[in-house]
């Protein structure tokens, strides 16, 4: 079964720390993708990468990087946490190639900044 | 302006009734076309992909129209169980989806 989890489900983090988000997945894919989920928003892509060490900006990277120095880990880092990055961030996986639709998600992380 | 657009709902039906809605995207582009579903709490599902010519997968039916620029999705004879939120996602080329913030359903019995 197809498998793509994340580290933690809730987190709670004070203003300015570094925070660490990691996703594994299981399935071999070449994609990976950050997204965060806010009410109103729908999801937006904060970055992908489509094989080791390469990583693409999405739509909303600003206060963000990225790390994938492992095919089935990609890990999201948010260098000084602000209140505006709290959200439900979400991992997701997918083959390449355009015949290869589907996206695969994590369960998802409830990032909370105090 | 948002890439996809949906109406939020919700739509709340008695189980049994026909519930339908819409969304519409900007990209004229876009190759191809999705229903997702998100389950309270928990992570989004591939429901079905959208068809030029339309498809049906059991009590669900999706049309496209590419003139107009939408995207439907009908669910026939509803149960408490297709309660979630729908969400339409756009595929915009090999790697990105583009995804509309949701539509709410709610079957009541």
């Known amino acids: 079964d197809v498998k793509v989890t994340q580290s933690s489900r809730y987190l709670v983090k004070r203003t300015g720390e570094k925070v660490f988000l990691e996703c594994v997945q299981d399935?071999?894919?070449?994609?990976m993708f950050w997204y965060r989920q806010d009410p109103g928003l729908g999801l937006r892509l904060i970055y992908f990468s489509y094989d080791v060490k390469m990583k693409e900006k999405g739509d909303i990277p600003e206060g963000y990087s990225v790390s994938r120095e492992k095919k089935e880990r990609f890990s999201l880092i948010l260098e000084s946490a602000s209140t505006n990055q709290t959200s439900m961030y979400l991992c997701?996986?997918?083959?390449?190639?355009?015949?290869?639709?589907?996206?695969?998600f994590g369960p998802g992380t409830r990032l909370t900044v105090l | 302006r948002k890439e996809v657009e949906q109406d939020p709902g919700p739509f709340n039906v008695p189980e049994g009734a026909t519930v339908a809605f819409n969304c519409t995207y900007s990209n004229s582009a876009s190759q191809s076309f999705f229903w997702y579903r998100q389950d309270c709490r928990k992570e989004p599902k591939l429901l079905m992909s959208v068809y030029s010519s339309g498809n049906e997968d059991g009590r669900f039916t999706a049309q496209l129209n590419r003139a107009s620029q939408y995207i439907s999705l009908l669910i026939r004879d509803s149960k408490l169980s297709d309660s979630a939120t729908y969400l339409c996602v756009v595929k915009e080329d090999d790697y990105k989806l583009s995804f509309g913030a949701g539509t709410t359903v709610t079957v009541r019995a």
């Open positions: 399935m071999d894919h070449e994609n």
């Open positions: 997701a996986s997918s083959l390449v190639g355009s015949s290869y639709n589907e996206q695969f």
